[in-house]
């Protein structure tokens, strides 16, 4: 069993910053492949990065890409979502989640909510204008 703990989420103004934190329990986060997703009002949650397990190797959505970066820390168990130039459009809440597989898996797949184990109960951003 794996828990994840969001943290960091609040209201900005935009152009603002934010830096949203997940914190995973387990001994092998080394090997989890992480991702940041996210749910607007009214909307299908969305893909917004990941970063694998292997080589941290990273991709984005379009609409974040060039402003928002994600990273980990495997000594602290801990995976971040820098966002920079915050839109009103980034408004949401934003869910943490947690792929165990270990192997290569394609881009695609890692966009899909379905490939991951674990989520967390997600923080909310709220971007004014």
């Known amino acids: 069993q794996v828990q994840l703990v969001e943290s960091g989420g609040g209201l900005v103004q935009a152009g603002g910053s934010l830096r949203l934190s997940c914190a995973a329990s387990?001994?092998?986060?080394?090997?989890?492949?992480m991702g940041w997703f996210r749910q607007a009002p009214g909307k299908e949650r969305e893909f917004v990065a990941v970063i694998r397990w292997s080589a941290a190797s990273t991709s984005y959505a379009d609409s974040v890409k060039g402003r928002f970066t994600i990273s980990r820390d495997n000594a602290k168990n801990t995976v971040y979502l820098q966002m920079n130039s915050l839109k009103p459009e980034d408004t949401a809440v934003y869910y943490c989640?947690?792929?165990?597989?270990?192997?290569?898996?394609?881009?695609?797949?890692?966009?899909?909510?379905?490939?991951?184990?674990?989520w967390g109960q997600g923080t909310q951003v709220t971007v004014s204008s």
């Open positions: 989640s947690a792929d165990l597989a270990v192997g290569y898996y394609s881009d695609s797949y890692y966009r899909l909510g379905s490939s991951y184990d674990y």
């Open positions: 387990g001994r092998s986060f080394r090997s989890y492949t």
